[in-house]
Nanobody, 125 residues
Framework: QVQPVQSGGGFVQEGGSLRLSCAASRRTFSRHAVGWFRQAPGKEREFVAAIAWSGGLTDYSDAVKGRFTVSGDSPNNSVHLQMHNLKPEDTAVYYC??????????????????WGQGTQVTVSS
């Protein structure tokens, strides 16, 4: 089974940019949908963005549309989340997750079976 391994994140001032990466170990992301979610303190985990590895279909939450871009990186078997114009409300632990082979891009947490370890993003005002 695929195992996502995350990197990136950190601390940035409002208006800044960060890139998160999610690399597939054990197996590839081929035929998987990969989603990004985030969880702020005291809040539920929420959908951020997702991409279908085959075909490149993407989806974004309204909160990040136009600021975040999700992309696949085939040579490195990775998915990236490029974040621009960051706001304090983007502060959260960010998770990438892969769905079972053949599952469609979804905003539903239960669609995703294989989760990364999470990475902190902190945006100061």
């Amino acid at each position: 089974q695929v195992q996502p391994v995350q990197s990136g994140g950190g601390f940035v001032q409002e208006g800044g940019s960060l890139r998160l990466s999610c690399a597939a170990s054990r197996r590839t992301f081929s035929r998987h949908a990969v989603g990004w979610f985030r969880q702020a303190p005291g809040k539920e985990r929420e959908f951020v963005a997702a991409i279908a590895w085959s075909g490149g279909l993407t989806d974004y939450s309204d909160a990040v549309k136009g600021r975040f871009t999700v992309s696949g990186d085939s040579p490195n078997n990775s998915v990236h989340l490029q974040m621009h114009n960051l706001k304090p409300e983007d502060t959260a632990v960010y998770y990438c997750a892969a769905a079972e082979i053949g599952a469609r891009v979804s905003r539903t947490i239960s669609t995703y079976k294989y989760w990364g370890q999470g990475t902190q993003v902190t945006v100061s005002s």
